[in-house]
């Protein structure tokens, strides 16, 4: 069999070599900037020129203003395309009234998979803010649930609460392109910590960068996310396509975390 | 399918940076090979001490680093010639000399060397440029996309493209969170083209190919700073046509060096 590199240069869909699930997937408008094709048709029909199985999506709704109207759109879509998308429950702790409610909708009713924090749109502090998330700690910590988390301010923070919620899988978002000369807490958290793992979204690509994630946090690690459609797909599966690791890493990252994380 | 492709990235730098990311390459030799590993066959080269430094020696160095590496092109830094640090015998002496040594493409960094784009401060230097219908890269220093949002200066390149109708702009690393001020740009001028290094909106290639045409976007990738696998995906897997990707990959960035009248 060719390897994924030779695939890809070959521009074959590559479903039919390796099951791809992408982990950090949204839907939707966004306020700030124009994302083009963001409905579930749309994104299946991009999906299907790379081979990208499934997609974890959450909604862009959820993240910028109604958390709920945008946790019910990504349930039309599961419910729709049950085989393209993992659904994320997206729970905003500025409504703590809603959060029980909105939790048992969501994995009860809706069938979501997985929960999203976007720390930095919902505009929560990880030292001050941080136990505003306890609630949802507490259910996901009941259910062995996932938790994507947004951004990578206070690490400390995050390690302390992923210590004490251990049945929780904590994927720290944007950290497939280090420059490796900044600032690299996220990737030190997730090598030392069982339960924190690694997405390989985040718009910048510098050379070379995701090769040296994977050896610092190993594969096993590492998720594949795209931050799709608010990024473009075909680029930012480009670095895991022609990145110089084993084509064992890369179906690791591809897919088989997913599938292990998501419970599918 | 990259068989079929040329890929003539039009966005790549030689030369040692002051701020290196570990494993960097900056010598032709290892940039030449990380082209060979992305199915790259030529690529249009610029010195980053030209960025750093101002165009003088950067422009010379990178004559001499080059030579002797057939698929690296040259491609000059330029100034606004007021304070003298483009050449001593003026704008046009200094075309002449650049195009009588085959260079054929320039390369500005409006942000970094901190001068306007304004007709009254780049003016002479565009209508000299446009005279000869050599193209002209923009590089505006984005290393995020939300900064293609402050440090591109959206008006300026309106009126640019507007003033010089002849001057073919590409701007390079343009994020892909402009739509809303590329899309009426594009609808507009022909002349206006951009890289594809990190134009990352969501089928973006697919949208500009059928709104307003292939001949508008070229290939890039901003190596050996950012990683080409990014772009080179895109091209691979956009839902373009085969002559579009063709475009893309060379043709056009051919084309416009072609169209240098000498």
Known sequence: ??????????????????????????????????????????????????????????????????????????????????????????LNPHYPEEIEEELELCFRHYGMKAIKFHQTLHQIRYRSDFERYKPVLDYAES??????????????????????????????????????????????????????????????EWYGAFEKVVAKVGADKVLFGSDFPWCNLAFMIGRVLFAKISDKDKMKILGLNAKKLFKI | ML?????????????????????????????????????????????????????????????SDTAGYDRLIPCWTLLPNFTG??????????????????????????????????????????????????????????????????????????????????????????????????FPLLGRFENLHLDISYYISNDGLEIICEEFGAEHLLFGTGMPVYSPAGPLSMLIYSGISAREKRAIGSENLRRLINSVIE
Do not use: Q
Not at chain 1, 60 to 82: M, Q, T, W
Not at chain 1, 163 to 181: D, P, Q
Not at chain 2, 21 to 31: E, F, H, R, S, T
């Open chain 2, 85 to 182: 640090e483009l050449s001593e015998d003026g704008i046009s002496n200094f075309i002449d000399k650049m195009l009588n040594i085959g260079v054929k493409v320039s390369k500005i960094f409006p942000y970094y060397h901190r001068y306007h784009l304004s007709e009254w401060c780049t003016g002479e230097l565009f209508s000299k440029l446009e005279e000869h219908r050599i193209p002209l890269l923009m590089d505006f220093g984005i290393t995020h996309y939300s900064e293609s949002e402050w440090k591109i200066p959206w008006n300026d390149i309106y009126e640019i493209c507007r003033n010089h109708k002849n001057l073919p702009v590409i701007l390079l690393r343009v994020g892909g969170n402009v739509n809303r001020k590329l």
């Open chain 1, 143 to 204: 259910k062995k649930l996932t938790i994507l988390c947004h951004g990578t301010p206070s690490l400390k923070k995050l390690e302390e609460v992923a210590s004490e919620y251990r049945n929780v899988n904590f994927i720290i978002a944007h950290c497939g392109s280090w420059n490796m000369r900044e600032d690299l807490e996220a990737l030190n958290v997730a090598e030392r910590v069982p339960n924190i793992y690694v997405d390989s979204s985040g718009s910048v």
């Open chain 1, 1 to 90: 069999m060719s390897s994924i590199y030779d695939l890809a240069l070959s521009g074959v869909r590559l479903n039919s070599y390796v099951e791809i699930i992408d982990c950090h997937a949204h839907m939707g408008p966004h306020g700030e900037f124009h994302i083009p094709r963001n409905t579930p048709e749309a994104m299946i029909r991009i999906m299907d020129r790379i081979g990208v199985s499934r997609a974890a999506i959450s909604h862009c709704i959820s993240l910028e203003s109604d958390f709920r109207l945008g946790n019910a759109l990504v349930y039309e879509a599961i419910r729709k395309y049950p085989d393209r998308f993992i659904g994320y429950a997206v």
């Open chain 2, 3 to 63: 068989k079929d492709i040329e890929l003539f990235d039009c966005n790549v730098t030689i030369g040692r940076r002051a701020a290196r990311n570990p494993g960097c390459a900056y010598m032709p030799k290892d940039i030449v090979s990380i082209m060979d590993y992305y199915r790259i066959d030529r690529a249009l080269v610029s010195h980053a001490m030209c960025e750093g430094n101002g165009p003088l020696p950067g422009n010379e160095i990178l004559l």
